[in-house]
């Protein structure tokens, strides 16, 4: 490879990478302006610790067939899980579905329908916050 086709490829791929590097740094920033607007409602910070044992905690308050997250998540948000019908769910992990927690339009339709399914009851501000602050850490 000659010195002019080093030049090119190198423009190339520093081009490409920066693409997917504002990709990236744009979904953090949408996911984290999310959790700020979450943190802001509660009134106090989140805590990777408290959502943690929320995702893990066999609540039952809800429905008998769903009494906690890892039901159809599985045990650890870096693996996919199953929905009750059979479906496929993308792992819940961050660091393996960098897609995840951007949209607050579904980020706010899957509280609402998996909080009630499995705490009887919609998250509040802070579970919320809790629970995206560790799946933003896996």
Same mark, same amino acid.
């Given at each position: ?16 990478? /920066? ?5 990236? *740094?744009?979904?953090?920033? &949408?996911?984290?302006?999310?959790? %700020?607007? !979450?943190? @802001? ?39 996919? /899980? ?5 479906? *496929?769910?993308?792992?819940? &992990?961050?660091?393996?579905?960098? %897609?995840? !927690?951007? @949209? ?35």
């Amino acid at each position: 490879m000659n010195n002019l086709n080093k030049t090119i490829f190198i423009a190339t791929a520093t081009i490409l990478l /920066g693409g997917v590097s504002i990709s990236i *740094v744009s979904a953090n920033s &949408a996911r984290d302006a999310i959790i %700020e607007g !979450f943190v @802001d409602e509660a009134g106090m910070e989140a805590s990777a610790e408290r959502g943690k044992i929320l995702f893990e905690s066999n609540i039952g308050d809800g429905k008998p067939d769903t009494p906690s997250c890892t039901t159809c998540h599985g045990a650890t948000a870096l693996k996919t /899980g199953m929905t009750r019908a059979g479906k *496929v769910i993308e792992p819940m &992990a961050v660091s393996k579905n960098p %897609e995840r !927690f951007i @949209d607050l339009k579904k980020v706010s339709k899957w509280f609402r329908r998996n909080c009630k399914s499995v705490l009887g009851r919609e998250c509040t501000p802070q579970e919320k916050a809790d629970f995206l602050t560790y799946m933003k850490s896996k």
